[in-house]
């Protein structure tokens, strides 16, 4: 039997696990399970691999995408520019490989979600794994951002700071952060919403609620909107592709 699974903390809101069992069962697939492995520090890692040696792939979700690199042999190069991982390969030797399929998500969802309109400007809410794979993806298209952060060292301004004209000349606005996932489903990033405009896109990498209440504010403003289901699925199928490959 082939074995895969998740790592993270907490795995509440992943539907990681059904989108495999329901792959498994729509192609025939009969000798691969997926499993969620919630760990409740990265130093676990080594104890789940020894207990389960048959492990052939993990993808990594937070807070472990930065944190899961030092147990790794070796990167991708998307993995290696971007500076996180969230798919991990065990070679049969028990070398482990990262890659980062989150950029293959965001490629898609952006070129989806904006089309042949590239704002002048975007604005990045977080700044750990996930946002670390969204400023690349937004590099690639030239498009110029800042960070939002609740850690004043880490980003452009702080959540207390952030100016509502920096909301407003931010046409794009990617909350990369886990604020409004399941359960805590009631909660938002603390942004000036009111300076949203029909002319803004709001990306919400949360997929659990599908509208979450992020994107419900940019929604009642007239923003177009997106969650984060079509990266979910666009990087689950490279994980596998790359599992397999």
Known sequence: MRRF??????????????????????EGIADCTYALHELAEIEDLPRLLEEIPELEGFNV???YKREVMRYLDELSF??????????????????????????????TS?????????PEQAL????????????????????????VSRDAAKGNYTYDDLPCEAVEQSRLIVNATPVGTYPEVDEAPRIPYAYVT????LLDLVYNPPLTQFLDYGRQRGARIMNGERMFRAQAEAA????NS
């Open 5 to 26: 699974g998740l790592i993270g903390r907490p795995l509440g809101h992943s539907a990681s696990a059904a989108y495999f069992a329901d792959k498994f069962e729509r």
């Open 240 to 243: 596998w592709k790359i599992w």
């Open 124 to 147: 990045v809410l977080g700044t750990g794994g996930a946002s670390q794979a969204v400023q690349y993806a937004l590099a690639e298209r030239n498009i110029p951002f800042a960070l």
């Open 78 to 107: 998307d993995a290696r520019m971007i500076g996180a991982v969230n798919c991990v390969c065990r070679e049969s030797d028990g070398r482990l490989t990262g890659h980062n399929t989150d950029i293959v998500g965001l490629r």
């Open 110 to 118: 952006l070129d989806e979600l904006l089309g042949d309109e590239l």
């Open 198 to 201: 029909p002319a803004h896109r």
């Open 61 to 63: 979700t937070i807070p």
